[in-house]
C-alpha cells in the first residue's frame, strides 16, 4: 500500500497516526495518548490518523470524532479528504462525506439524546438553552421562592448557574463546591439545594435541556452497561482532541463507552490545560494512561514547527516548573538570535505607548498589523492599550467579544424559532410574547399558563384572550406562529417568515435597526446550511458565530489590523510578534487565582500558553505600578508589582531584560531640568498681598 500520504510526517507523528495498526480494523487498537506540545502539528496528526484508520478500511461511519469546536471539526474533515485524496482518489470525497460523526461532546450528545430520547424518558423535540435562557429560568424559580427578597443578599442568577454547572461538570457534591469555589455562597446551600430541585422540574416539564444537561444526560444515559455498549458498539474508533480541557463528566462519558479502551485516541497537552473556571481538570489527562490495563501508550510530540529557539526555551524554562507534568521539552530547528524581552516599564501608560510603538516598528518593517497580538489575563487589562491605540488612529479587533446569542435581536428572533419547535418552552414564550406592544410580563406569564395544559399549545392560541393592550400584534404573532409551525413555507424560508413578523419590532425597539437587519439576514444565510430548524437551532446554541454589529469600530474585512486578545481567546493561535502585558504578580497570576496550588499552576501554564503563541518575537510587559480603580479623576494612588513568580532569577537568563523608557534618555530628561527651582509656594501668597 502507498505510504505517500504519511511522507510529511516526523517519526514521532508517524508513530502515533500507525499506532497498533495491526489492530486497527479490527477495532482492537490498544488506548493512545498522544502529548501534543504547543505548536507541534497536533491537527495535522489527530487528521492524519483519522485518515489513516480509512485508508486501511475502517468504516468511516464507525469513527467518532469529537473536538473542542465545530469549526475545529469542519477543518479536521477537510484535512481528511485531502490526505485521503492521496491514496482513494476521487473515491476519497465519498468516504469522507460519510465521516458524520464529527464534532463538539455536546453536539454529539445532543444528537445521542434525539436518538435514544424514548429509552431515556425525552420528547425528541427539546430545546436548547444557551447560558442567559438558562440564567433567566434559574432567576424566575429564584423569585417564586422568595429567594430576591431575602434579607441578606442571595447569590445573583449567574452565581446560582455557574454553581449548579460546576456541581454537574464536575461531579462534586453541592457543599463541596460551595466550600471550593464560592465560599461566600456556602449559607445557602439548603436554599440553592431547593432551587436546583425547582430548576430541574422546570425544564423538564418545559421540554428543554441547558448546556450542562448535554453531558449530564449522556452520562447518565451511558451509566446503565446495557445503553453504554448499545451506543459504544456503533464506534470501532473514538478520537478526542484537546483532552486536557475535558471535564470530569466528559471523561465518565467516554470510559463509559470504551471502558477498556480499544480504539480510543485522545490528544492534547496538560501543559495547556487553562480552562478549569469552566470545571476542566488536568487530571483527565494526567491519568488517563493508568485508567486502563495494560496501560495506555504514551507518543510525545515535541518538535515545535512555530517559534523560534529561543522562544521555545524560555517557554520550557517557565513550565518546567511546574508541580507535576508529562515530561516535554519543545525544540525546533528555527534558529534566532533574538532572545524574548522582558520590559519593564513604570506604569500602564508606559506599557501601552511601548506596545504601540514596537507594533508601528514592525509594521515598517514589512509584518502588518495582523500578524501581531497583543494577549492579557483578562479583558479590562487591555483598556490603557485600547486607548493608547485609538489615539494614534491604529485600527483593532478585540478577541472575546459578542456572539449572536448575546444580541438582542438575534435572540428574539431564536426565541420565535424555538418557540414554535417546542412551544412549553416559557423563557422563549416569555420573551415573545413581551416584544408586542402593551404586554408586560404579567399578560405574558397569563398566557403561557393557558397554553401549558393543552395538547395542542399554538393550536388553542386561537381560543385564549388576547391581553387586553395587545391589538393587532396579537392577530399578527398567532398568525406568524400557526404559518411557521405547518411547514408549509419550508426550511429555511420559515427563517424568513419569522425576520418579516419581527421586523417592525425591531424598529419600534432599537436605534440602529438597519446595523441589526444585518445580522439577521446573515442568520438566514447561515440557515441556509442546515437541514431543518431543529438541527440549526442545536448547533447555532451550542457554537455561535460572531456577531456583526453591537461592536464599536470593528474595521472592514480587507483592512488590517492588531489583533487584541484574552489569552484563553488565543489558544490555538499563532502570530509573529506577540505582546503580553501586565506579567506581574497580582495579574500573572491573577490574585484571584492564587488560593491553591492547583489555581497556580493553572496560572503558570497561562503564561506558557501566552508565550507559546510567538513566532518570531515576544515581549512580556512588566509594569511597576498600577493606579487604583475608583479614585477621583486625576487622583495619584497606586500600587507597587512585581514581576511575576513564574519568572525567577534563576530564568533571566533567558530573555533579553529591557527597561524602557531607555534609561539614558530619562537620565538625559531629568538632567535638562534639573537646576530649576521655583518658589511656588510665594508666589501663591503673593497673590493675595
Not at 98 to 113: K, N, P, S, Y
Not at 192 to 211: I, M, P, S, T
Not at 326 to 353: G, H, I, Y
Not at 368 to 395: M, Y
Request: overall charge negative.
Amino acid at each position: 500500500m502507498p505510504l505517500d500520504h504519511l511522507a510529511t510526517l516526523n517519526s514521532e507523528q508517524r508513530r502515533a497516526v500507525e499506532h497498533d495498526i495491526g489492530g486497527v480494523a479490527i477495532g482492537l487498537a490498544g488506548p493512545l495518548l498522544v502529548i501534543a506540545g504547543a505548536g507541534s502539528g497536533k491537527t495535522n496528526t489527530l487528521a492524519h490518523r483519522v485518515a489513516n484508520l480509512i485508508v486501511n478500511d475502517v468504516d468511516p461511519r464507525r469513527i467518532l470524532l469529537m473536538t473542542f469546536s465545530r469549526r475545529a471539526a469542519s477543518e479536521m474533515s477537510r484535512r481528511v479528504e485531502s490526505i485521503c485524496a492521496k491514496v482513494l482518489g476521487a473515491k476519497a470525497g465519498v468516504m469522507t462525506d460519510a465521516l458524520t460523526w464529527a464534532g463538539t461532546f455536546h453536539a454529539i450528545g445532543a444528537r445521542l439524546m434525539r436518538e435514544y430520547a424514548e429509552q431515556i424518558g425525552l420528547q425528541p423535540n427539546f430545546t436548547i438553552h444557551d447560558r442567559e435562557d438558562s440564567a433567566d429560568l434559574m432567576n424566575l424559580f429564584r423569585h417564586q421562592m422568595g429567594f430576591s427578597q431575602t434579607e441578606s443578599r442571595f447569590p445573583t442568577k449567574g452565581t446560582c448557574l455557574s454553581i449548579y454547572s460546576r456541581a454537574v461538570n464536575a461531579e462534586m457534591p453541592l457543599e463541596a463546591v460551595l466550600q471550593g469555589h464560592f465560599p461566600w455562597c456556602a449559607a445557602w446551600e439548603v436554599q440553592l439545594r431547593d432551587l436546583f430541585a425547582g430548576y430541574v422540574n422546570a425544564k423538564q416539564a418545559q421540554g428543554v435541556l441547558d448546556y450542562d444537561d448535554l453531558l449530564l444526560y449522556w452520562a447518565q444515559m451511558v451509566s446503565d452497561p446495557a445503553l453504554a455498549a448499545h451506543i459504544g458498539e456503533r464506534f470501532d474508533h473514538v478520537l478526542v482532541d484537546e483532552y486536557q480541557d475535558t471535564n470530569r463528566l466528559q471523561s465518565s462519558i467516554l470510559l463509559a463507552l470504551k471502558p477498556s479502551g480499544a480504539g480510543l485516541t485522545v490528544v492534547g497537552d496538560d501543559a495547556q490545560s487553562i480552562y478549569a473556571f469552566r470545571a476542566a481538570t488536568v487530571r483527565n489527562i494526567l491519568d488517563f494512561p493508568s485508567q486502563f490495563s495494560p496501560p495506555a501508550a504514551i507518543i510525545t510530540l515535541d518538535r515545535n514547527y512555530r517559534s523560534t529557539q529561543p522562544i521555545l526555551a524560555a517557554a520550557n524554562g517557565v513550565i518546567g516548573l511546574a508541580a507535576e507534568r508529562f515530561t516535554k521539552n519543545l525544540w525546533t530547528e528555527r534558529r534566532s538570535a533574538e532572545l524574548p524581552a522582558l520590559v519593564s516599564v513604570r506604569d500602564e501608560a508606559d506599557q501601552a505607548r511601548y506596545v504601540v510603538e514596537r507594533v508601528l516598528e514592525n509594521r515598517e518593517g514589512g509584518t502588518d498589523l495582523k500578524q501581531q497580538a497583543v494577549l492579557f489575563r483578562t479583558s479590562s487589562h487591555s483598556g490603557p492599550t485600547e486607548i493608547e491605540l485609538t489615539r494614534r488612529n491604529i485600527p483593532f479587533v478585540k478577541f472575546g467579544g459578542l456572539k449572536f446569542l448575546d444580541t438582542a435581536h438575534v435572540k428574539d428572533l431564536l426565541a420565535l424559532l424555538r418557540f414554535v419547535e417546542n412551544p412549553r418552552d416559557q423563557v422563549a414564550g416569555f420573551r415573545i410574547l413581551q416584544l408586542l406592544p402593551g404586554v408586560g410580563p404579567t399578560s405574558a406569564q397569563r398566557v403561557l399558563d393557558a397554553m401549558s395544559n393543552q395538547v395542542d399549545p399554538i393550536g388553542a392560541l386561537s381560543e385564549i384572550a388576547s391581553p387586553p393592550r395587545a391589538g393587532e400584534g396579537w392577530t399578527d404573532l398567532v398568525a406568524t406562529l400557526w404559518q411557521l409551525r405547518s411547514g408549509k413555507a419550508g426550511w429555511p424560508a420559515e427563517l424568513g417568515c419569522g425576520r418579516l413578523w419581527y421586523t417592525p419590532h425591531l424598529e419600534r425597539r432599537h436605534e440602529d435597526a438597519d446595523a441589526r437587519q444585518a445580522d439577521l439576514l446573515q442568520l438566514e444565510q447561515i440557515a441556509a446550511g442546515y437541514p431543518s430548524r431543529s438541527r440549526f437551532l442545536t448547533d447555532l446554541t451550542l457554537d455561535p458565530p460572531d456577531a456583526t454589529s453591537d461592536q464599536a469600530g470593528v474595521p472592514l474585512l480587507d483592512e488590517d489590523y492588531l489583533i487584541l486578545s484574552t489569552i484563553h481567546s488565543a489558544k490555538g493561535q499563532e502570530w509573529k510578534s506577540v505582546f503580553v502585558l501586565n506579567v506581574v504578580d497580582g495579574c500573572m497570576p491573577s490574585d484571584l487565582g492564587t488560593g491553591t496550588t492547583a489555581e497556580i499552576e493553572e496560572e503558570r501554564r497561562l503564561l506558557y500558553v501566552a508565550m507559546t503563541r510567538a513566532k518570531d518575537t515576544l515581549h512580556l510587559i512588566t509594569p511597576h505600578r498600577f493606579f487604583t480603580h475608583g479614585q477621583p479623576s486625576m487622583g495619584d494612588r497606586h500600587v507597587y508589582a512585581s514581576r511575576s513568580r513564574f519568572i525567577p532569577a534563576s530564568l533571566l537568563p533567558l530573555f533579553e531584560s529591557v527597561t524602557w523608557p531607555v534609561l539614558a534618555t530619562e537620565v538625559a530628561r531629568q538632567a535638562a531640568i534639573s537646576h530649576i527651582r521655583i518658589d511656588v509656594g510665594a508666589r501663591m501668597r503673593g497673590m493675595w498681598r
